[in-house]
C-alpha cells in the first residue's frame, strides 16, 4: 500500500502523490488520446494555406485557345507578355490583337501571331488554369494581382480569431474547466470549418474562417495541460515532448489530403468532420486535476487518481484524499490571506517592470525575438506552398521537418546552454533563408533542403524560446511578462500572410530574404540574454536581475 505514513489531515501536493506512481497505462491512453487532439488543433490554424493558395493561370486568348486550350503552349511568349524575373507569363495581361483592314478580328478564331502588337498589352476576363485543382481563387473569382490582397487576408483574419479567442478561452477555461474548452473548443471547430466548406462567396468565407479560429485558439493550452498534469513531474519532459511531435503531423495529414482531392472544399470536410469524435472523450478524458482542486471538487479529483493508481498496479490510500482536502484549505486559507494585497499591488509590480532597467530590456528583447519566432515559423509554412516544384509536398515537407526539430531542441537544452541553443537557432535559420536566394534556380533540391532547415532551426527556437521566456523572468512577474511577450508574437503571425504581397511586387525570395535578415538579427540579440539553465528560478526582480551570473 502506497503512502503508508500519511497521516489524517497532513497537507500534500499533488506533485508528490503523482511521483509515487510510475507511467502507467491509464496515462500513457489519456496522453496518446491529447496528442490526436493536438494533430486536429493544427488544422485550423494552417488551412488556410491550402484554401487560400494561388493558383496557376494565365489569360485566354480567343483567336489561339481554341478547343482544350493547355497552360504553356509553344506558343505562349507570342501572345502573352512574361515576368522578366522568372519564367511565368503574366497572369492577367495579353498583348492587344490589332484590327485588320479596319476590322476587329478580337472574335475571329484565327491566331495570326503578326496581328499581336507586343508593344501594347490589355487586361483579360477568361483564364486558363495549369491545374485541376478548386481553391477560393477559382471558386471565388479571385484572380489577377489586384485581388492578391484577399487571399493574405484570410491568413491575418485567422490570427485574428485566434488574438481575440485566446483570452477568451482563458476564461471559459478557468470558469468551466480544461477538458470542457477541449470538447467544446474542438467540436465547435469542426462544425465551423464543415460550414465554411459550403460558403459561396468571400465574405462568409471570412466570417466562418474567424469564428472556426476564435473557437479551436484555446484547444492546444487546455490539451497539453490535461496531459501534463496527469504525470508525475519527472515523466513531464518526456511526455510534453512526444505529444507535441503529434502536432505537425495534422499539418501533414491536410497537405496529404489536398493533394489527393485538389478540391478545397471536400479537403475541409474529410480533415474536420474527424473532430466530431472528440464529443467522446468526455465519457473516458479525466478533467484537470488541479483545476478540480480549486474548485474544491476532491471526489473527482481522487477518482483520478485511483485510476492512475489502479493502471500503475497500486492502490491509492483513503489517508490520500484527506490530505488532499487539508491541503485544498490551506491553499483557501492562504489565498483569502493576501487576495486583496495582489489586487492592490498589480500596479506597483507593473511599476517593476520600468524601475528595473535589466527586466525592461530583456522584455523588449523577448517581446522581438517572439515576433521574429512567429513571422518566420508561419512565413515559411505559408511561403512553401509558393516555393518551386510541388507545392503539397512541400507544404508536407515543411510541416515534418517539425517533429525531429522538437526532439532536438529537448536534446540540446539538456546539453547545452540555453542562450546558445536560442541564439544558434536564430542563426541557422537566417543563414538557410539567405542561402536560398543565393543558390541557382536550377539546383531545386540544394534550395528545398535549405529551406526545410530554416524551417527545422526556426522551430527550435519555437520551442526553446517557451522555456527560456519562463526561465529569465520572475515569478511575481512572469506570468504578465510571459503573457506580453506572447502578445507580441501574434502580432508576428498576423503579418505573415501579408508576406506573399512582397513576392507579388517584388520578386518570389523576397519574403524569404527578409525573413533571414530578421533571424539573424534575433540570433545576435539572444546573446545578450543570461544564461538560465540550472539556474534557480528567480522569485522576485532583484534575483532575475542577476540571473546567470557567476
Not at 439 to 452: C, D, E, G, R, S
Amino acid at each position: 500500500m502506497l503512502y503508508q505514513e500519511v497521516n489524517s489531515g497532513e497537507i500534500m501536493d499533488l506533485d508528490e502523490i503523482l511521483s509515487n506512481f510510475g507511467l502507467g497505462s491509464y496515462q500513457v491512453t489519456v496522453c496518446a488520446l491529447m496528442g490526436l487532439v493536438l494533430m486536429y488543433s493544427n488544422i485550423s490554424p494552417l488551412s488556410y494555406a491550402v484554401t487560400a493558395s494561388d493558383l496557376k493561370y494565365r489569360c485566354e486568348v480567343p483567336q489561339c485557345d481554341i478547343d482544350n486550350p493547355i497552360y504553356e503552349p509553344d506558343w505562349l511568349n507570342r501572345v502573352i507578355p512574361f515576368k522578366e524575373k522568372s519564367i511565368e507569363p503574366y497572369k492577367c495581361l495579353k498583348y492587344h490583337y490589332k484590327q485588320t483592314n479596319g476590322t476587329d478580328v478580337s472574335a475571329n478564331k484565327t491566331c495570326n501571331f503578326d496581328a499581336f502588337d507586343v508593344n501594347s498589352r490589355e487586361k483579360c476576363n477568361k483564364w486558363v488554369f495549369g491545374e485541376t485543382e478548386r481553391t477560393i481563387v477559382n471558386d471565388f473569382g479571385l484572380m489577377c494581382e489586384e485581388n492578391k490582397w484577399k487571399l493574405s487576408m484570410v491568413g491575418t483574419i485567422n490570427s485574428l480569431g485566434q488574438f481575440v479567442g485566446i483570452p477568451l478561452a482563458g476564461f471559459i477555461s478557468d470558469k468551466y474547466g480544461r477538458k470542457f474548452i477541449l470538447i467544446i473548443g474542438s467540436v465547435t471547430s469542426a462544425v465551423l470549418g464543415t460550414a465554411r466548406s459550403f460558403t459561396t462567396d468571400y465574405y462568409s468565407f471570412l466570417l466562418f474562417e474567424f469564428l472556426d479560429s476564435m473557437a479551436s485558439s484555446g484547444v492546444y493550452a487546455a490539451t497539453f495541460v490535461l496531459g501534463l498534469e496527469l504525470v508525475s513531474p519527472k515523466a513531464r519532459v518526456t511526455v510534453s515532448t512526444l505529444m507535441g511531435c503529434f502536432y505537425p503531423m495534422g499539418a501533414v495529414i491536410m497537405g496529404f489530403v489536398a493533394y489527393m482531392v485538389l478540391d478545397w472544399r471536400i479537403m475541409l470536410r474529410i480533415v474536420y468532420l474527424p473532430g466530431l469524435l472528440i464529443l467522446g472523450y468526455a465519457w473516458y478524458v479525466p478533467e484537470s486535476m488541479r483545476w478540480l482542486q480549486t474548485q474544491n471538487r476532491i471526489e473527482e479529483m481522487a477518482k483520478v487518481l485511483s485510476k492512475v493508481a489502479k493502471s500503475n498496479g497500486k492502490t491509492l490510500p483513503s489517508s490520500v484524499k484527506e490530505a488532499l482536502i487539508a491541503n485544498t484549505k490551506a491553499n483557501a486559507n492562504a489565498t483569502n490571506g493576501v487576495d486583496d494585497d495582489n489586487q492592490l499591488s498589480c500596479s506597483k509590480l507593473m511599476s517593476k517592470i520600468f524601475s528595473s532597467k535589466e527586466i525592461f530590456l530583456r522584455l523588449i528583447n523577448c517581446s522581438f525575438c517572439w515576433t521574429t519566432i512567429t513571422l518566420v515559423y508561419y512565413g515559411l509554412s505559408l511561403t512553401s506552398v509558393e516555393f518551386s516544384g510541388n507545392k503539397y509536398l512541400n507544404f508536407m515537407l515543411v510541416n515534418a521537418v517539425e517533429v525531429p526539430a522538437f526532439l532536438t531542441s529537448w536534446y540540446f537544452m539538456e546539453h547545452f546552454s540555453r542562450r546558445n541553443t536560442q541564439a544558434f537557432s536564430f542563426l541557422f535559420s537566417g543563414i538557410g533563408c539567405i542561402m536560398v536566394n543565393v543558390i541557382p534556380q536550377n539546383y531545386l533540391w540544394v534550395k528545398l533542403l535549405l529551406f526545410l532547415s530554416s524551417k527545422y532551426a526556426i522551430t527550435m527556437a519555437f520551442n526553446t524560446m517557451y522555456v527560456f521566456t519562463a526561465e529569465m523572468f520572475p515569478t511575481e512577474l512572469r506570468m504578465s511578462l510571459f503573457g506580453i511577450a506572447s502578445m507580441f508574437g501574434r502580432m508576428g503571425s498576423m503579418i505573415a500572410p501579408q508576406m506573399s504581397l512582397l513576392s507579388v511586387y517584388f520578386g518570389q525570395y523576397v519574403p524569404i530574404l527578409l525573413f533571414g535578415i530578421i533571424s539573424f538579427m534575433a540570433g545576435a540579440l539572444a546573446f545578450l540574454f543570461p544564461e538560465t539553465k540550472d539556474q534557480k528560478l528567480p522569485d522576485t526582480v532583484k534575483q532575475a536581475e542577476f540571473v546567470g551570473e557567476v
